[in-house]
Nanobody, 127 residues
Framework: QVQLVESGGGLVQAGGSLRLSCAAS????????MGWFRQAPGKEREFAAA????????YYADSVKGRFTISRDNAKNTVYLQMNTLKPEDTAVYYC????????????????????WGQGTQVTVSS
């Protein structure tokens, strides 16, 4: 199975940027669709961004579209989430997730669609 470790979170002012990384081990992520989710205090975990296993297809929640970019470097077994123009409402713990994908063009937006999760990294955006 694959193990996921997120990094890159921190405290940033509104309008700033952060890049999260998700380093995978145990398996190559070439056959995995990947996603980023987030969970704010008192709220359910919600979808942010997803990538097909090749990275050729991506999908975003409306709340982050145009500001966040998911990318992957399969050679480095790492997935990234570039977050620009951050807002206080982006404050949350961000989680990386993975699921084996039979199809190169598939991506997944539901929490239940993923089998493997990282421990999360905190992102705090101050106003």
């Amino acid at each position: 199975q694959v193990q996921l470790v997120e990094s890159g979170g921190g405290l940033v002012q509104a309008g700033g940027s952060l890049r999260l990384s998700c380093a995978a081990s145990g398996r190559t992520i070439n056959n995995y669709a990947m996603g980023w989710f987030r969970q704010a205090p008192g709220k359910e975990r919600e979808f942010a961004a997803a990538s097909s296993r090749s990275g050729g297809l991506t999908y975003y929640a409306d709340s982050v579209k145009g500001r966040f970019t998911i990318s992957r470097d399969n050679a480095k077994n790492t997935v990234y989430l570039q977050m620009n123009t951050l807002k206080p409402e982006d404050t949350a713990v961000y989680y990386c997730a993975a699921v084996i994908s039979l199809y190169s063009s598939s991506y997944y937006t539901g929490v239940d669609g993923y089998d493997y999760w990282g421990q999360g990294t905190q992102v705090t955006v101050s106003s």
